[in-house]
């Protein structure tokens, strides 16, 4: 059974930064794609960025440019730093993994960019 715990989220003003955490148990971490998805109130879950096995990384394009995506295979972690934060970035983020068909998700971080 694979576990997935986010951290990092917060209140932040416009053009701040925060960094999330995602934590996966279980030994699959390095030959797992791993993602950061999120849901503002009222709409639909999006993609905001994937990063595969291999480190190849894929970004919304609405958090192109501000948003990098990285893992630690040795921790079995994956990141998402944030920068240039604006309100409509509020949202809770999921952390996400993919392996063999299967997709695996975290409780989410809420993220709070204040104007």
């Known amino acids: 059974q694979v576990q997935l715990v986010e951290s990092g989220g917060g209140l932040v003003q416009a053009g701040g930064s925060l960094r999330l955490s995602c934590a996966a148990s279980g030994s699959i971490f390095s030959f797992a794609a791993m993602g950061w998805y999120r849901q503002a109130p009222g709409k639909q879950r999006e993609l905001v960025a994937t990063i595969t096995s291999g480190s190849s990384a894929n970004y919304a394009d609405s958090v192109r440019g501000r948003f990098t995506i990285s893992r630690d295979n040795a921790k079995n972690t994956v990141y998402l730093q944030m920068n240039s934060l604006k309100p409509e970035d509020t949202a809770v983020y999921y952390c996400?993994?993919?392996?063999?068909?299967?997709?695996?998700w975290g409780k989410g971080t809420l993220v709070t960019v204040s104007s």
């Open positions: 996400n993994l993919r392996v063999f068909g299967l997709d695996y």
